[in-house]
T-cell receptor, first 117, second 115 residues
């Protein structure tokens, strides 16, 4: 069975601090994608990044960076120099590829990030 | 470029009633997926529609049904509402490609409250 675990329910930091959100996934499939979405209070899930299972290269986009390690089945997300606007719920998600799989996303429980001024 | 839109924004129903939620996909997308997000939880996959047919379904009862129209828009219907159906219902659209599935982009959701 596939599963995504975000062990951190809530994180609170002060503005300009760095923060890492953890994501651990479970699957026996070899071909899959991992995602991070941001959900602000408005409710809409905002796509942040997609990474496939064959690409373990870390990625940086501005203040955001992602660390993908297949050896530990983790796909962690770091925000550098956090800002109040980063306050939101962040979801990690898994999508299995292959016959019979149509793109269904399996989400973790989410991590609520509060950045205080 | 219009994003995913959903209507209505909020809805209040009573137990036993039926509800229809609507979704218009992002311009250029042909696939619609529906998710249920209970308070404090991650979204749970309900089903996905492509070419007006249900392609995959999550662990939801038959009370949950859907439809996709020729213009790719979609409806989610829930019959015999239960208190536990209270949730944010999210619609996501994507584009099916021959070799890979595209990223799903989400709408703002419909908040359903069942009293």
């Amino acid at each position: 069975a596939q599963k995504v675990t975000q062990a951190q329910t809530e994180i609170s930091v002060v503005e300009k601090e760095d923060v890492t959100l953890d994501c651990v996934y479970e699957t026996r499939d070899t071909t899959y994608y991992l995602f991070w979405y941001k959900q602000p209070p408005s409710g809409e899930l905002v796509f942040l990044i997609r990474r496939n299972s064959f690409d373990e290269q870390n990625e940086i986009s501005g203040r955001y960076s992602w660390n993908f390690q297949k050896s530990t089945s983790s796909f962690n997300f770091t925000i550098t120099a956090s800002q109040v606007v980063d306050s939101a719920v962040y979801f990690c998600a898994l999508r299995i590829e292959g016959p019979g799989n149509t793109g269904k996303l399996i989400f973790g429980q989410g991590t609520t990030l509060q950045v205080k001024p | 470029d219009a994003g995913v839109t959903q209507s209505p924004t909020h809805l209040i129903k009573t137990r036993g009633q039926q509800v229809t939620l609507r979704c218009s996909p992002k311009s250029g997308h042909d696939t619609v997926s529906w998710y249920q997000q209970a308070l404090g939880q991650g979204p749970q996959f309900i089903f996905q529609y492509y070419e007006e047919e249900e392609r995959q379904r999550g662990n939801f009862p038959d009370r949950f049904s859907g439809h996709q129209f020729p213009n790719y828009s979609s409806e989610l219907n829930v019959n015999a509402l239960l208190l536990g159906d209270s949730a944010l219902y999210l619609c996501a659209s994507s584009l099916i490609r021959p070799t890979a599935t595209d990223t799903q982009y989400f709408g703002p959701g419909t908040r359903l409250t069942v009293l």
